[in-house]
């Protein structure tokens, strides 16, 4: 089975557990890369606001082709409750039809459920369909080794049940 976990980060911890999952899983890594960098003393608003909004960013074209794989692990930080922007972005260009997904998400303090809920909804609206998903990890105020462990162990409980629905 083939696997690809794409993954969107701003401040690199979905980055990390991305990393991390696919080490484990020995799957290809892909990320979803924004055209403008967020910079600046306005960006957390702005890019809140713009989460809230469903917004989608402009992002680079893909360097992958999803049909190359059998399950695909993506991944967003949850802002506002909500997907990252260049996440809604991948998902509303990318031809997901009968793709099976496994989605995660990371956040500070809450929205992960939520988030989760609103990913699957727009994949299943393009006909992918999600067969699994989990919430990380609260990222705010926790050590880089912890989210690694935490990513590593959910990765590892996929492949113990049989890559299915990891809780």
């Known amino acids: 089975m083939k696997i690809l976990v794409v993954f969107y980060s701003w401040?690199?911890?979905?980055?990390?557990?991305?990393?991390s999952i696919s080490k484990v899983l020995g799957a290809d890594l892909k990320e979803i890369k924004e055209i403008e960098e967020r910079r600046g003393p306005f960006s957390f608003l702005s890019a809140g606001y713009s989460a809230?909004?469903?917004?989608?960013?402009?992002?680079?074209?893909?360097?992958?082709?999803?049909?190359?794989?059998?399950?695909?692990?993506?991944?967003?930080?949850?802002?506002a409750m909500r997907p990252a922007p260049a996440v809604?972005?991948?998902?509303?260009?990318?031809?997901?039809?009968?793709?099976?997904?496994?989605?995660f998400a990371t956040m500070g303090i809450f929205g992960g459920k939520k988030t989760i809920s609103i990913v699957k909804?727009?994949?299943?609206?393009?006909?992918?369909?999600?067969?699994s998903s989990f919430i990380v990890i609260k990222t705010g105020g926790v050590k880089r080794e912890e989210m690694i462990r935490r990513a590593e162990e959910i990765a590892k409980k996929f492949i113990k049940q049989g890559r299915k629905e990891v809780r």
């Open 88 to 103: 809604n972005a991948f998902i509303s260009k990318a031809k997901l039809k009968g793709k099976k997904f496994v989605l």
């Open 121 to 131: 909804e727009m994949i299943e609206a393009k006909q992918g369909r999600v067969v």
């Open 52 to 79: 809230a909004r469903g917004e989608c960013s402009k992002i680079k074209p893909f360097d992958f082709k999803l049909e190359a794989y059998d399950l695909i692990f993506l991944g967003t930080p949850v802002w």
């Open 11 to 19: 401040k690199g911890k979905t980055r990390l557990v991305a990393s």
